[in-house]
């Protein structure tokens, strides 16, 4: 592995920006429209109570993730997240990094287990990706996601426990 993973910060928000854009531009796998602002994606990625990391080489951001409780209070023991690889980038084994790291993280923080709330069906990596490493699809949303060029597609609840993984 060529790139590290690390804690974002501030100064790293101008690649995540880069990022953010043509993940979201054409409409197919994140539920942002096009034209989200980027203080909304700013905001997004370092609100309070998230905690972002980014894969960076020499300086250069490669991909990020966000880690958050999925609900609040009696919901808070289960981990959200979401991940964006830099087009481009994908194939060099990134996001099965930042999905290795973000569990581990996610157990760290004392979370039992990691929900994806919205995982759009069309989008055979992310939903490959997810399978691979341990999560299940447990609930199947009909049409959630209007897609750019496909239209209505189902979204997926995909959930795992954080048993097996080592802190």
Not at 18 to 43: C, L, N
Not at 109 to 130: D, H, I, K, P, T
């Amino acid at each position: 592995m060529d790139y590290s993973i690390r804690p974002a910060t501030e100064a790293d928000f101008g690649g995540m920006w880069e990022i953010f854009r043509e993940v979201i531009k054409d409409g197919t796998t994140y539920v942002f429209a096009p034209e989200t602002r980027e203080e909304d994606a700013r905001a997004y990625w370092f609100a309070p109570g998230v905690s972002s990391y980014v894969a960076e080489d020499r300086g250069w951001i490669l991909g990020m993730y966000r880690l958050v409780a999925n609900q609040r209070d009696l919901g808070s023991h289960v981990a959200n997240a979401s991940f964006m690889v830099a087009p481009g980038q994908q194939g060099r084994g990134i996001g099965t990094a930042l999905g290795r790291h973000c569990l581990v993280e996610a157990k760290k923080a004392g979370y039992s287990a990691m929900q994806f709330n919205f995982v759009v069906s069309s989008n055979e990596a992310a939903v490959g990706l997810w399978k691979k490493l341990g999560f299940a699809i447990v609930g199947t949303l009909p049409g959630a996601f209007r897609h750019a060029t496909l239209g209505f597609v189902d979204a997926y609840v995909m959930y795992r426990f954080l048993d097996d993984v080592s802190a």
